[in-house]
């Protein structure tokens, strides 16, 4: 532990003791490998954050079109569509056309849940018990997610499934980009690689965009915008979907479809850097 490990600590106690600490703190430049970041986070006294939508907030007031490390656990999703009866599953008052991954992450975040499965209008928990009584379904509808396009979410009955894995090896990890038309995931594979991360202190929702930000004033405390900044992007991209074709006609159509909108998206931020001279990291 070095002396800026140990002036962060001294730091967030302060914080805490005064009631106004920050919890997610961006790494900025600074990268490390998998394990490196899990160890610094620790070593500030929390956690490597995983996906959800506190991990999209600090993203999107931080920093995009970066690829940042996934904390434990990761969601690997399943071949097929499923349906059965959930341990948990969404209030009738929440069911609406807005679900996501990081939704259904949040909503089932219980280590009691191995899997979840997302409709687009529904999340659902289940305990591994649950989850081995679940049938696949021979035929299977599904949709870009209404939340983000490059999740991809059941139609009624038919859920996509997602497994919780916390135990990956060196070989599985995991990393999300966020931007403004969405968020998307990447395989990394190799766990060396260098990339930065978001640490989680505590249990406020105030977002640090540095690790080094040490003054109240310094605090960035943001309301979860998230379905504002990527609502328009699905609009238009569901109807482009003709669920009468097959599968592989379907992924090849919502391929192109996130292709065209990322792009878009890159070159407009790129556009808007260089009047500002700003400069942003992406990595394909």
């Given at each position: 532990m070095n002396i800026r490990h140990l002036i962060l600590i001294c730091q967030i106690l302060i914080f805490t003791c005064s009631g106004t600490y920050s919890t997610i703190y961006y790494s900025g430049v600074e990268e490390k490998t998998f394990y490196d970041a899990e160890t610094a986070c620790q070593e500030f006294g929390g956690n490597l954050l995983s996906f959800g939508q506190l991990f999209v907030k600090a993203l999107l007031t931080c920093q995009q079109y970066v690829y940042v490390w996934n904390g434990?656990?990761?969601?690997?999703q399943l071949q097929g569509c499923y349906t059965g009866d959930a341990s948990k599953k969404t209030p009738t008052d929440l069911r609406k056309s807005d679900?996501?991954?990081a939704i259904c992450a949040d909503f089932c975040i219980s280590d009691n849940f191995t899997h979840f499965g997302i409709t687009t209008t529904e999340c659902f928990c289940y305990e591994l018990g649950d989850f081995a009584s679940l049938n696949r379904s021979t035929s299977c509808d599904v949709s870009v997610c209404p939340g983000n396009l490059y999740d991809m979410c059941g139609v009624d009955r038919h859920q996509i499934l997602y497994e919780k894995d916390k135990e990956f090896d060196i070989g599985s990890c995991h990393a999300r980009n966020v931007h403004t038309n969405g968020y998307?995931?990447?395989f990394i594979g190799y766990c060396e690689e260098t990339l930065p991360y978001l640490c989680k202190v505590g249990g406020s929702d105030d977002v640090r965009c540095s690790l080094t930000e040490s003054t109240s004033s310094d605090i960035i405390s943001t309301s979860d915008n998230t379905d504002t900044v990527i609502a328009s992007m699905t609009e238009v991209d569901n109807s482009n979907i003709d669920r009468d074709t097959t599968a592989s006609d379907r992924s090849s159509t919502l391929s192109t479809l996130r292709s065209k909108v990322t792009n878009q998206a890159?070159?407009?931020?790129?556009?808007?850097n260089k009047k500002g001279n700003l400069l942003f990291y992406y990595r394909s």
């Open positions: 434990r656990p990761v969601y690997k679900k996501r991954i998307s995931h990447r890159l070159t407009k931020t790129l556009e808007s």
